[in-house]
């Protein structure tokens, strides 16, 4: 080997390489997408090219359903001066026993049903993992092979 250092010889050689070529298709395939991008319906493309009025009356929708949540909320806070606090607070309280019975149920559930197995579904699961990196592997590896041999 002569004295030139490794990175010269190979950018000297990757220099003498011609360029690479487009595929015929690319520049009919990126011609159909722009076609098919800008004859789509307005309200198939990002909002901000969406014409200025539907913009304007996006917005202003928008406006009006945040608005009216407003004042939903409002008018709820309104119904509870209305129907006096210990009302409420029943129905609060029955709400939160429900919420407080679902959770403890389901916590039975879990210590009873899956605290004994989670064992054993942490194996299986880190065996199926292992199966699907090996079969994909193979895959690949076939995939390479036939490949090569065309």
Not at 40 to 68: E, F, H, N
Request: proline fraction near 7%.
């Amino acid at each position: 080997m002569n004295g030139d250092d490794p990175e010269s010889l190979i950018h000297r050689r990757l220099s003498q390489l011609p360029p690479p070529r487009a595929p015929r298709t690319l520049v009919p395939r990126v011609m159909a997408r722009v076609r098919k991008r800008r004859q789509s319906p307005w309200y198939a493309k990002p909002w901000i090219a969406w014409p200025r009025v539907w913009q304007v009356v996006s917005v202003t929708l928008l406006l009006g359903l945040c608005s009216m949540a407003w004042y939903v909320f409002e008018g709820a806070r309104g119904l509870f001066d209305f129907y006096g606090a210990t009302r409420v607070e029943t129905s609060i309280i029955a709400v939160t026993d429900t919420v407080a019975a679902l959770a403890e149920s389901a916590r039975i559930l879990r210590r009873v049903i899956l605290e004994p197995i989670a064992g054993h579904l942490m194996i299986v699961m880190v065996v199926v993992c292992m199966a699907s990196a090996l079969l994909g592997a193979a895959l690949a590896r076939l995939l390479q092979e036939r490949e090569a041999g065309r």
